[in-house]
């Protein structure tokens, strides 16, 4: 979507000169999973994920994107992440109907 594109772009204009690698709906490993998340920054240099997908050491932020599928971000994928011990963890809500919109984290 173009609120994905946006985070992604966001991201990567910050981010990947300092060393990190952005990625956008690429899988992540996870002990039972492999989620495909709306984005996430991981430690770089990119070919250290050659010949595997970046685990929770390996990831400094996951990012969602969520319209009409907050409730699940807040609560499932939360869980999920908080278990994985991922570092950080943000929903970045579209505005509603009444134009409210939010970073939760």
């Known amino acids: 979507s173009k609120a994905v594109g946006r985070v992604y772009l966001a991201l990567t204009t ?3 000169p300092a060393g990190f690698m952005i990625r956008s709906q690429d899988p ?4 039972d999973s492999k989620p495909e998340p709306d984005g996430f920054v991981a430690l770089g ?3 250290r994920y050659d010949a ?3 685990g929770p050491a390996d990831l400094l932020l996951v990012v969602e994107v969520a319209d ?3 409730p ?3 609560s ?3 869980r999920l992440y908080a278990a994985e011990r991922v570092r950080d ?3 970045v809500n579209l505005p509603d109907r009444a134009g409210r919109e939010a970073i939760l984290r």
Do not use: E, F, M, W
């Not at 992540?28 to 002990?31: D, F, M, Q, R």
């Open 28 to 31: 992540i490993t996870l002990s």
């Open 68 to 70: 009409t599928t907050l």
């Open 76 to 78: 499932g994928n939360l």
């Open 14 to 16: 910050r981010l990947a």
């Open 45 to 47: 240099p990119d070919d």
């Open 72 to 74: 699940d971000h807040q």
């Open 52 to 54: 595997r997908h970046p």
């Open 89 to 91: 963890y943000c929903v």
